[in-house]
């Protein structure tokens, strides 16, 4: 396997860097331990790994540039919005309301 072949991520979003600080301790020990896993060996594992439940959210019109927004599951009770980005996951949010993942109130 490649480097361009491995799973990268950006964890430089400022939203997502808030709502991960701003999580409590456990949950966010479980959402460190879940971006170790999301550096799968390859975007295969990361869509079949049933923990992790990668989908796209079709409820949300992705920005300009981006084929398509996805939840991931980070916590046993939060999802993250993220887009592949070639080898990488960019990873934009961990939102505190699950239906706001999908874009509903």
């Not at 860097?17 to 020990?29: A, I, M, N, S, T």
């Not at 300009?64 to 993250?80: E, H, Y």
């Amino acid at each position: 396997m490649s480097d361009v072949d491995a799973v990268r991520l950006d964890l430089n979003n400022p939203v997502f860097q808030r709502d991960l600080h701003g999580l409590q301790k456990v949950e966010r020990h479980a959402a460190l331990d879940t971006l170790a896993k999301l550096r799968q060996p390859n975007w295969q594992q990361v869509y079949r790994d049933k923990g992790l439940h990668w989908e796209k959210i079709v409820s949300i019109k992705p920005p300009p540039g981006i084929a398509a927004l996805c939840s991931v599951r980070i916590t046993q009770t939060r999802r993250a919005v993220a887009y592949r980005d070639g080898a990488f996951i960019r990873l934009l949010a961990i939102p505190s309301d699950h239906d706001a993942t999908y874009g509903k109130k």
